[in-house]
């Protein structure tokens, strides 16, 4: 029995090992690829986003049959990176937000990353009206804010969506003070003419 169980434990121990390590991998290229997003090296962003997803493949046969390292940490904060990634490419790029199956990752994950989204739009809007790009911003602002209204819509408690209050909280922060800059702009722009 002993032998057993120890072999049970090192195997946990093992994958876990392996967990971490593409837990890893997969934040460190999926902030790459939305910091490539921003600058426009839309192929640099997309060959980082394909290894995102093969690494989450990596995950997902790691944990095939293992319920309690499929709901751990470490892979939850993969599939939530990747998915801001691709959440932040399709919403500058398409100008829409791509559903959960699209992204091809579970519910809670992709929820927590639409709201993480929001301030990647932020930073978007923000560098959109330093270069004069102004309908560009306000189109980025009415999505920023469809995000916001969206998440309104998830009144559960951190048991059923951990953080999600926070998030929803933090978005509404972003949303009012981006509407506030946006609006300022917008009628400086109408009193000078332009």
């Known amino acids: 029995m002993l032998e057993k169980l120890r072999k049970y434990f090192d195997t946990q121990l093992e994958i876990r090992e392996k967990l971490l390590d593409l837990s890893r991998k997969t934040v460190r290229v999926s902030a790459k690829a939305i910091f490539a997003i921003h600058r426009g090296e839309n192929l640099r962003a997309e060959e980082l986003l394909r290894e995102a997803r093969d690494n989450l493949r990596q995950i997902d046969e790691l944990i095939e049959g293992e319920p309690v390292l499929a709901s751990s940490g470490l892979v939850r904060s993969a599939q939530q990176e990747y998915s801001e990634a691709v959440l932040v490419q399709t919403l500058i790029l398409e100008r829409r937000i791509p559903e959960p199956e699209e992204v091809k990752v579970p519910y809670e994950p992709y929820l927590l990353a639409l709201a993480d989204s929001a301030g990647e739009l932020r930073r978007y809007i923000l560098d959109s009206m330093r270069k004069d790009e102004i309908e560009r911003a306000r189109e980025m ?54």
Request: net charge negative; proline share 4%.
């Open 141 to 194: 602002f009415e999505l920023m804010n469809d995000i916001f209204e969206f998440l309104m819509e998830f009144d559960y408690p951190d048991a059923i969506i951990p953080g999600i209050k926070h998030k929803q909280d933090v978005v509404r922060g972003l949303v009012e003070r981006t509407r506030g800059e946006l609006t300022l702009v917008l009628k400086q722009k109408d009193l000078s003419g332009s």
